[in-house]
């Protein structure tokens, strides 16, 4: 059974200050993903990661996946309000199955 | 526009009044799923359908009935609703493989009392 725990789980950070959420999974997956989510709102697709060593850079936020240590990370640089929601790690495997982390709720103080 | 759509987006039932959450794709894809999300356990898979006709239990399945008789649609069935139901839940889809994202819905807020 795939499980996938993320940390931490809730992050109040500085405008201005970098940090890195940490997502860990217990088995062989095929694919992560990265997704946003303000309250109340959907899932937004951030980052798709297909093999090891891949690295993903959008903005403020860069993705990468390690699949010998089992673990991927999401690095943010020089915060931003903006950037304040939740965030889930969520690891496919075979039949299109889907397993989320618990997600880190981000707060970016000014 | 390409997109997952769930109705209602907002519901407020009483304890073992059966509902239905609606769920049309309009992108042709193969494989459909229904996730509820509740504080500190992320998202939990209910069910999930690889096509027409073809569906099977995910994670949290107790209480829930889908179907799957159109590729476009994935309903979700609470036979009777009971407080431990309450939560948000989501419709995604995409097309099956390893290849290919994911399209969710907009989500529909379901109390029940």
């Known amino acids: 059974e795939l499980k996938v725990e993320q940390n931490p789980l809730f992050l109040s950070m500085q405008e201005g200050k970098n940090y890195t959420i940490y997502c860990n999974y217990s088995t062989t997956s095929d694919r992560l993903y990265w997704y946003r989510q303000d309250p109340g709102k959907s899932l937004e697709s951030l980052f798709v990661l297909l093999s090891n060593g891949a690295v993903k850079q959008e903005g403020r936020l860069m993705a990468s996946l390690d699949t010998k240590a089992r673990l991927s990370t999401l690095h943010i640089t020089a915060a931003v309000h903006d950037l304040s929601a939740t965030y889930f790690c969520?690891?496919?495997?075979?039949?299109?199955?889907?397993?989320f982390g618990e997600g880190t709720q981000l707060t970016v103080n000014p | 526009e390409a997109q997952v759509t769930q109705n209602p987006r907002y519901l407020i039932t009483v304890t073992g009044k059966k509902l239905t959450v609606t769920c049309s794709q309009n992108m042709n894809h193969e494989y459909m799923s229904w996730y509820r999300q509740d504080p500190g356990l992320g998202l939990r898979q209910i069910y999930y359908?690889?096509?027409?006709?073809?569906?099977d239990k995910g994670d949290v399945p107790e209480g829930y009935k889908v179907s799957r008789k159109e590729k476009r649609n994935f309903p979700l069935i609470l036979e009777s609703p009971s407080p431990n139901q309450t939560s948000l839940y989501f419709c995604?889809?995409?097309?099956?493989?390893?290849?290919?994202?994911?399209?969710f819905g907009s989500g529909t807020r379901l109390t029940v009392v």
């Open positions: 359908s690889m096509n027409v006709e073809v569906t």
């Open positions: 995604a889809s995409s097309l099956t493989g390893m290849n290919y994202g994911y399209t």
């Open positions: 969520a690891f496919q495997t075979s039949g299109s199955r889907l397993t």
